[in-house]
Structures are given as C-alpha cells and as structure tokens.
Nanobody, 131 residues
Framework: QLQLVESGGGLVQPGGSLTLSCAAT????????IGWFRQAPGKEREGVSC????????YLRDSVKGRFAVSRNNVKNTVYLDMINLKPEDTAIYYC????????????????????????WGRGAQVTVSS
C-alpha cells in the first residue's frame, strides 16, 4: 500500500513562494505518476499538475504556468511543487495523488486531471495566500 504525505504548506503573502513536498512510502517497485490537486473553499477539487515516473512528461494547469514547477526525486521517493508569485486565488488545500502503473503519456493527457484516475491520496496541505 502506497502512502503519501504532503508538507510545506503555510501562510504566505501575495507574491511569495512555497515549495510543497509529497513523500511516498510503502513503495514496492510499482511505477506511478504523481498528480497535484487543490481545493479552494466552496469549490471543486481541480488538477494542478502531473509528473510521470521518469519525468518524461508533465502537465501544469494554465493558470499556474510560469509560476509553478513540478519535479521529482526518485531516490527520495518525493515529488515537489515549487510555487512562486503566489496569488490569493491559489489559496486551497493541496493534495498529491498517485497513479499506479500509468499508461504511456499519462501526464500529457486530459485524464491526468481527473481525480478518479488516481489510486492513492495524501491528506493535503493548506496553502493560504493573504496579506
């Protein structure tokens, strides 16, 4: 059973930066892609990014392109979401999720934005952007 734990959330002023981490444990050699989702108060959860097993493809939501970057360290079994120039509308609970044995080019397709595609979820990390 894969377990995911997010960390790095917090309160930051507009224009500030944060890096979220998603650490995976219980990994037994099954390949997986990692997606980041977020849910703002009163809104549905939305896909933010996806990164494939060997970083060969990745996805970023249009509204965060140029401000967010996703990367992974397979030695540490950790995926990172670097966020700069944060805006109040980025305020949300951020979740990471894992897709086991993903098909080729999974992160390049629309399905990477669909919650039901993922098999494991973390509990989330709060990001609040406010002055």
């Amino acid at each position: 059973q894969l377990q995911l734990v997010e960390s790095g959330g917090g309160l930051v002023q507009p224009g500030g930066s944060l890096t979220l981490s998603c650490a995976a444990t219980g990994f037994t050699g099954v390949y997986y892609s990692i997606g980041w989702f977020r849910q703002a108060p009163g809104k549905e959860r939305e896909g933010v990014s996806c990164i494939s097993v060997r970083d060969e493809d990745a996805y970023l939501r249009d509204s965060v392109k140029g401000r967010f970057a996703v990367s992974r360290n397979n030695v540490k079994n950790t995926v990172y979401l670097d966020m700069i120039n944060l805006k109040p509308e980025d305020t949300a609970i951020y979740y990471c999720a894992a897709k086991s044995a993903p098909p080729k080019n999974f992160c390049s397709g629309y399905i990477a934005q669909l919650e039901l595609q993922y098999d494991y979820w973390g509990r989330g990390a709060q990001v609040t952007v406010s002055s």
